[in-house]
């Protein structure tokens, strides 16, 4: 991520790594061991894999227990959608796609045209029992930071009987998280959105829910998920969970320079949009639309003036496709297929604002010259 002369304004896509993390990760692999191995180097990978899990359940407000290790964001949200063998599954229009692919069978739950969840359509597609359904509801939105009213949501869902999931990724070391708060049955994790190791994840589960496994093999993480530990990655994935809580601190610096980021480039190109501005989102994401130059077009251009950003929904594939998030908050195509993701993080300064700032006006005037 350090490349020299760029600058990195894509922390929704990966965050770089914390300090220690690199270190846990090569300690793990220099010493070996598998963690169900009942010797002394088993029981050191055993150790190292446990105090991650109590670092990752404290970030989660969750009792350790609950806490199973996955390759990432994206099985945890499998795993939650699929392993509580619940027939139905209501899932927000504007969740992740790997929580969409899970469950390609859910109901969509509408949004509003700022994103936010729509929860009478929440309790009217539930049902008045909804024993029979799993929900869905990402706490803050990858592509444009829109923070959900989960608690709500969840409440309506319990009270319907329905079992709820919370996709965290986006808002861990963003917002202070409490599972039992949130209302989450389920609640997902991705280390690498918090300066851990890439492929270590984990879903978080309340007291006495059970689910199963996706796929079977041996017995590690309580029979829910079959595989030898990723044990360098779930040691870094501790260290970063555990420097996590400090993150918040930062929000108010973060949501200054996002601040000042947007008022910069609005103040310039009035015809700018920002998307989810006016309701509340985490600091650090800011998806603004400049009218008539597609979205590649623009990541392309600030790639060569050595800024990282991305197209919204890109971030997987780095293929560009319609953002089905935009779609549902009623965005159309042609605005949407114009909207890049700035996503900043800890290591983000007002002087790197300032410059991409003037690199977004010097593309906006270069494309308005064009077109004029
Ligand atoms: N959920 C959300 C909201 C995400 O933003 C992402 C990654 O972009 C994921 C899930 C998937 O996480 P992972 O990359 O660990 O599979």
């Given amino acids: 991520?350090?490349?020299?002369?760029?600058?990195?304004?894509?922390?929704?896509?990966?965050?770089?790594?914390?300090?220690?993390?690199?270190?846990?990760?090569?300690?793990?692999?220099?010493?070996?061991?598998?963690?169900?191995?009942?010797?002394?180097?088993?029981?050191?990978?055993?150790?190292?894999?446990?105090?991650?899990?109590?670092?990752?359940?404290?970030?989660?407000?969750?009792?350790?227990?609950?806490?199973?290790?996955?390759?990432?964001?994206?099985?945890?949200?499998?795993?939650?959608?699929?392993?509580?063998?619940?027939?139905?599954?209501?899932?927000?229009?504007?969740?992740?796609?790997?929580?969409?692919?899970?469950?390609?069978?859910?109901?969509?739950?509408?949004?509003?045209?700022?994103?936010?969840?729509?929860?009478?359509?929440?309790?009217?597609?539930?049902?008045?029992?909804?024993?029979?359904?799993?929900?869905?509801?990402?706490l803050a939105n990858n592509e444009t930071g829109v923070i959900q009213p989960v608690a709500e949501a969840a409440a309506i869902a319990h009270e319907a009987g329905a079992l709820v999931h919370v996709d965290a990724v986006q808002a861990a070391g963003r917002l202070p998280l409490d599972r039992a708060a949130a209302g989450a049955d389920m609640l997902t994790l991705s280390a690498h959105k918090l300066g851990g190791p890439m492929g270590t994840g984990a879903l978080v589960l309340g007291p006495g829910l059970e689910i199963a496994a996706l796929v079977?093999?041996?017995?590690?993480?309580?029979?829910?998920?079959?595989?030898?530990?990723?044990?360098?990655?779930?040691?870094?994935?501790?260290?970063?969970?555990?420097?996590?809580?400090?993150?918040?601190?930062?929000?108010?610096?973060?949501?200054?320079?996002?601040?000042?980021?947007?008022?910069?480039?609005v103040a310039y190109a009035p015809d700018a949009t920002i998307f989810g501005r006016s309701v509340a989102r985490i600091a650090n994401t800011t998806c603004i639309a400049m009218p008539g130059v597609a979205s590649e077009t623009q990541v392309m251009a600030l790639d060569l003036a050595g800024f990282a950003v991305s197209a919204g929904a890109a971030c997987s594939s780095g293929k560009v496709g319609a953002s089905h998030v935009l779609a549902a908050m009623g965005v159309a195509a042609p605005l949407a297929g114009a909207a890049i993701r700035i996503s900043l993080g800890r290591a983000t300064t007002g002087e790197e604002i300032e410059r991409f700032a003037e690199a977004w006006r010097s593309l906006y005037d270069r494309t308005r010259t064009r077109a004029a």
């Fill in 1 to 138: 991520m350090s490349r020299p002369g760029h600058i990195y304004l894509d922390y929704n896509a990966t965050a770089p790594v914390r300090p220690g993390v690199a270190e846990a990760v090569a300690a793990a692999l220099a010493e070996g061991g598998n963690p169900s191995s009942v010797h002394a180097a088993g029981r050191a990978a055993r150790r190292r894999v446990e105090d991650a899990r109590e670092a990752v359940a404290r970030l989660a407000g969750a009792d350790p227990a609950g806490v199973v290790f996955t390759s990432g964001g994206t099985e945890a949200n499998a795993l939650a959608l699929r392993g509580t063998g619940r027939p139905r599954a209501l899932v927000s229009a504007v969740e992740h796609d790997s929580v969409l692919a899970a469950r390609t069978d859910a109901t969509a739950i509408p949004v509003d045209g700022e994103g936010c969840l729509d929860l009478e359509a929440l309790r009217r597609l539930l049902g008045a029992d909804g024993s029979d359904a799993v929900v869905s509801v990402m």
């Fill in 216 to 265: 079977a093999g041996g017995g590690q993480e309580r029979r829910r998920r079959a595989g030898t530990e990723n044990v360098p990655g779930i040691a870094g994935f501790g260290v970063a969970a555990a420097l996590a809580e400090a993150d918040l601190a930062e929000d108010g610096r973060i949501a200054g320079l996002r601040d000042r980021l947007e008022g910069l480039l």
